[in-house]
């Protein structure tokens, strides 16, 4: 056990530096295939929390400045929301039916 | 110099690394994979990984059926340091109207015949397999416990780290921007890098087969196809199958990380390679889903995205040569390519090096358009 093992990156999916730092010794160049690998930045925050420290982590290793590490596309939503609201929702396009 | 290689395989999806690792697995030197992205970046990356064997038609039942024997091992056969995670929960197929029900008697048939151990189960028996299931206006189900999902990028990292160690190079950030076709043979390939002389040409390219057919002078009737899925906040175990609709179009499952996927065949789709997001998509899954599975209404969803289905006329993939000397055709999966993958890798790799396919594929060459051969599956979301 180091620092690297104690050190979390990515709260919400409970996951260490180590876990990255493998995930980049494994060849990853990216932050999307490293999100892919370990789920980094899939959790409920989207990333907002990891996606910074991953990225830090990624400019050190592969020794390229912050400004060239591609970001991880955003996916929507911004905040959870339930089923039964989604399922509630009118939306302009009207009520598609497909069965 | 120029470089050489035997074999090019383009695109790094599930498909072209489990070809690659089986050229190589049957002694085929200087085997190379080149990918624009990253692996799994395409429409592998983004897909349910969902595996049944509950179809319609001979082929895709055997497809599957041999596939899901080699997912049961994977494992091991690839001695992949990691887990493929391929559960075993089943898949509950549940029918709403009574074409849906007669067609599933004739699939039942048909896959017990093969061996598949399907069965139909009244909506009673259904509860108890998924006990959160409505069954308003339900008239039955099949279930067949041996069908499942996996992860697909540990299924393309195990076949691309296999692949490595059997010698294949495998580029990423690598994309083919042409193909060489003199006196109608191949010679080589085009990329952002520099050029490839080769004499073999796998186009394993997704949802831009069609545009890599176009570069070796082939035109391939398939096109891409936009499908969205939403995935839920993790919550504890309480959905064991892959439960799915035909004639609503949707299918949902909860993944061992405990993320509920649910995804929606929409025929008013984008057809293009967009990998975007609507809002009309989750309005409509959220409602067929909470629908037919009630409690889930309560989950929260956290995320949404989006990839490539590549459809060709008859839903049914187009495997084989194709075009100039030395092309090969891997594609028009029609969204369910994943799941056969071990078996079209072994079957793509047989025909390129000459040899004997563990299936018989010859029915699903180009050459069945022109026939009128066509195997239409009736059984596809
Ligand atoms: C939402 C969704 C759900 C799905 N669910 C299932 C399911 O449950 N079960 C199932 O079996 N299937 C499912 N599928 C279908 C499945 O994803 C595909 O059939 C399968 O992944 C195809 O694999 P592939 O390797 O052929 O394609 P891809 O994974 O798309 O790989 C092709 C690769 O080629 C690369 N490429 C393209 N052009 C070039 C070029 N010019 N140079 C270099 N590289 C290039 C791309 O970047 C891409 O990585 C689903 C698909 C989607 C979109
Ligand atoms: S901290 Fe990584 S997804 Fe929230």
């Known amino acids: ?99 | 110099m120029t470089e050489r290689a035997q074999i090019v395989i383009i695109g790094g999806g599930v498909i072209g690394c489990a070809i690659a690792y089986n050229l190589a697995l049957s002694g085929a030197d200087d085997v190379m994979i080149l990918e624009q992205s990253y692996l799994a970046s395409g429409s592998t990356g983004r897909c349910g990984a969902g595996v049944r064997q509950q179809w319609g038609t001979r082929m895709n039942c055997i497809l599957s059926r041999e596939s899901v024997r080699r997912f049961e091992t994977l494992n091991d056969t690839l001695d992949y340091p990691g887990d493929i995670e391929f559960k075993q929960r089943g898949y509950l197929m549940v029918a709403h109207s009574q074409k849906e029900w007669d067609q599933f008697q004739e699939n039942l048939k048909l896959q017990n015949e093969l061996g598949i151990p399907s069965q139909a189960l009244s909506p009673q028996e259904a509860t108890e397999i998924v006990p959160i299931l409505n069954t308003e206006g339900l008239l039955g189900a099949t279930f067949c416990p041996t069908d499942g999902h996996c992860n697909p990028f540990y299924v393309t990292d195990a076949y691309a780290q296999a692949a490595r160690r059997l010698g294949v190079q495998i580029r990423t950030q690598c994309q083919v921007t042409g193909i060489d076709v003199k006196q109608g043979k191949i010679r080589g390939v085009q990329t952002e890098d520099g050029y490839i002389s080769t004499p073999i040409v796998i186009n394993a390219a997704g949802a831009f087969s069609q545009h890599v057919a176009v570069m070796a002078e082939v035109e391939i009737p398939v096109y891409s196809e936009r499908h969205q899925i939403l995935a839920t906040e993790p919550v504890a175990p309480t959905l064991d199958p892959m439960v799915i609709s035909l004639s609503r179009h949707i299918y949902c499952q909860q993944v061992p990380h405990g993320s509920f996927l649910m995804g929606l065949g929409d025929p008013d789709e984008l057809k293009s390679t967009d990998t975007g997001h609507s809002w009309q998509f989750l309005h409509n899954i959220a409602r067929h889903v909470t629908e037919l599975l009630p409690p889930l209404g309560e989950l929260r969803m956290v995320r949404q995205w989006s990839g490539s289905y590549n459809i060709s006329p008859d839903s049914q993939p187009i495997l084989g040569k194709g075009g100039p000397e030395g092309f090969f055709l891997a594609c028009g999966f029609s969204g369910h390519g994943f799941m056969i993958a071990p078996v079209v890798g072994e079957a793509l790799a047989a025909l390129v090096l000459g040899e004997e396919p563990p299936v018989r594929i010859s029915q699903l060459d180009l050459g069945r358009f022109a026939r009128g051969d066509l195997i239409r599956e009736p059984s596809v979301v």
């Open chain 1, 1 to 99: 056990m180091d620092d690297r093992d104690t050190t979390i990156i990515c709260r919400c999916e409970d996951l260490t530096l180590r876990d990255v730092q493998r995930a980049i010794d494994s060849g990853c160049k990216t932050l999307d295939e490293i999100k892919r690998l370990t789920r980094c930045g899939m959790g409920p925050c989207q990333g907002r929390t990891c996606r910074p420290l991953v990225s830090a982590q990624l400019s050190r290793v592969l020794k390229m400045h912050p400004s060239e590490i591609t970001m991880t596309r955003f996916r929507p939503p911004t905040k959870p929301i339930k089923l039964k609201a989604l399922a509630l929702l009118k939306t302009e396009a009207g009520d598609e039916d497909h069965d």
